[in-house]
């Protein structure tokens, strides 16, 4: 069997079985809560430059930030799109917040996993963060990005 999750990492960290068994866990999860099991995700570990320019580019804002998704729409492809995390931003929050940096990046996992399979937390009536805490107490990480900013 193929791996779900592809890897693209970028930067020093080095990436864990246990840690990856992980992602692929909470992949199949939320996939299977949604009728999509056949599909797969792109994940791009980055520095903040690298996320900036991805940000500046693709949404006109000149900053770094922690995560970006890009759904691919299509019934041809197994692929439902891309998620890229800055490294640099993660390591920030989770020592801010004082938890691992793998806590961190599973929970900017889920939360561009959501936005890929068409959650929109700007635009919803709270079924993104409500999804997203589900996931999160099912996995026993730390609260989210949306859960601390609401």
């Known amino acids: 069997m193929f791996p779900k999750i592809d890897y693209h990492n970028q930067t020093n960290y080095i990436l864990q079985k246990h840690f990856c068994d992980l992602l692929e866990q909470i992949f199949d999860k939320i996939l299977q809560d949604s009728n999509l099991t056949h599909k797969q995700c792109e994940v791009l570990l980055v520095d903040n430059a ?32 891309s998620i890229i995390i800055s490294l640099d931003y993660a390591q920030a929050v989770a020592n801010t917040l004082e938890h691992s940096l793998e ?14 399979i068409g959650f929109d937390h700007e635009k919803d009536e709270g079924e993104h963060r409500i999804k997203e805490e589900e996931l999160i107490y099912l996995f026993n990480l730390p609260q989210s990005l949306i859960m601390r900013n609401s």
């Open 103 to 116: 806590d961190e990046i599973a929970l900017l996992f889920i939360h561009g996993i959501l936005h890929l």
């Open 50 to 81: 690298t996320i900036q320019s991805f940000n500046k580019n693709h949404r006109n804002k000149d900053e770094a930030t922690d995560v970006l998704s890009f759904p691919l729409e299509s019934e041809f492809s197994p692929l439902i799109g």
